[in-house]
């Protein structure tokens, strides 16, 4: 009798602990998108970019997703990356940036034997995460520099997107902030090449102009001294 009781509350609990884990549901894997960005026209086109630094807040070191708290927390989920999430953020940044800059000579990460880059850039999210009842936001920061290293310029940004609550829109939403981003450092980008061209520009005209203006200067004519033929007597 005493064995039967054993079995029929060892069954129960059994069932109970089955119950349990059908109540939470199976865990889902997810990957951000990458977007409908355009291939660049050739790959040894246009701008040579290089993401030399990739760095991701810490609690975005991990495979399973996190979810954005009313009070301001993070909650773990049952759910996770497809994979490492700094991987899916190079792969995402690498084809928006190259679809943007037309440009098929964009790296992110480990820079490639013979890839001489005309722009490096430094890149540091701190934020990355959504909630059911929090908008996705993204906090990043990156400076700029040329191919010898010198800085052109810095910029720190903020974004928010809304969405729908459940897990597949939070993913989404966080997917066009990182695109976002993208369109961001690609303006940075096309901005500081265009200024760099016209400070160039300038530099080669400067010599002509200036030999220009002192050839268009006009010269004063040589002193020649009077004679009169007139002689001083003194007596």
């Given at each position: 009798?005493?064995?039967?009781?054993?079995?029929?509350?060892?069954?129960?609990?059994?069932?109970?602990?089955?119950?349990?884990?059908?109540?939470?549901?199976?865990?889902?894997?997810?990957?951000?998108?990458?977007?409908?960005?355009?291939?660049?026209?050739?790959?040894?086109?246009?701008?040579?970019?290089?993401?030399?630094?990739?760095?991701?807040?810490?609690?975005?070191?991990?495979?399973?997703?996190?979810?954005?708290?009313?009070?301001?927390?993070?909650?773990?989920?049952?759910?996770?990356?497809?994979?490492?999430?700094?991987?899916?953020?190079?792969?995402?940044?690498?084809?928006?940036?190259?679809?943007?800059?037309?440009?098929?000579?964009?790296?992110v990460g480990e820079q490639p034997a013979g890839f001489d880059p005309?722009?490096?850039?430094?890149?540091?999210?701190?934020?990355?995460?959504?909630?059911?009842?929090?908008?996705?936001?993204?906090?990043?920061?990156?400076?700029?520099?040329?191919?010898?290293?010198?800085?052109?310029?810095?910029?720190?940004?903020?974004?928010?997107?809304?969405?729908?609550?459940?897990?597949?829109?939070?993913?989404?939403?966080?997917?066009?902030?990182?695109?976002?981003?993208?369109?961001?450092?690609?303006?940075?980008?096309?901005?500081?090449?265009?200024?760099?061209?016209?400070?160039?520009?300038?530099?080669?005209?400067?010599?002509?102009?200036?030999?220009?203006?002192?050839?268009?200067?006009?010269?004063?004519?040589?002193?020649?001294?009077?004679?009169?033929?007139?002689?001083?007597?003194?007596?």
């Open positions: 009798m005493k064995r039967m009781c054993l079995a029929r509350l060892a069954l129960v609990g059994l069932l109970a602990g089955l119950g349990g884990c059908a109540s939470l549901g199976p865990s889902h894997y997810y990957q951000l998108d990458g977007g409908n960005a355009r291939t660049p026209a050739g790959s040894e086109r246009g701008l040579a970019v290089w993401i030399e630094n990739l760095q991701l807040a810490d609690y975005l070191q991990r495979d399973v997703l996190l979810e954005r708290q009313p009070d301001g927390s993070l909650k773990t989920t049952r759910d996770h990356w497809a994979g490492p999430l700094d991987a899916n953020v190079r792969q995402l940044l690498q084809r928006q940036l190259a679809g943007r800059l037309n440009s098929g000579r964009v790296v005309q722009y490096r850039v430094e890149l540091v999210v701190t934020r990355l995460d959504a909630g059911d009842q929090a908008p996705a936001a993204l906090d990043a920061s990156w400076q700029l520099r040329d191919g010898q290293g010198r800085l052109l310029d810095t910029e720190v940004v903020h974004l928010q997107a809304r969405h729908a609550g459940d897990r597949a829109a939070q993913v989404r939403a966080q997917s066009e902030l990182l695109q976002q981003l993208s369109a961001r450092l690609a303006t940075d980008l096309t901005k500081v090449a265009q200024r760099g061209r016209r400070d160039s520009e300038v530099a080669r005209k400067e010599p002509k102009k200036l030999v220009e203006e002192a050839q268009a200067r006009p010269t004063l004519p040589a002193v020649v001294p009077i004679r009169t033929g007139a002689e001083v007597y003194r007596f």
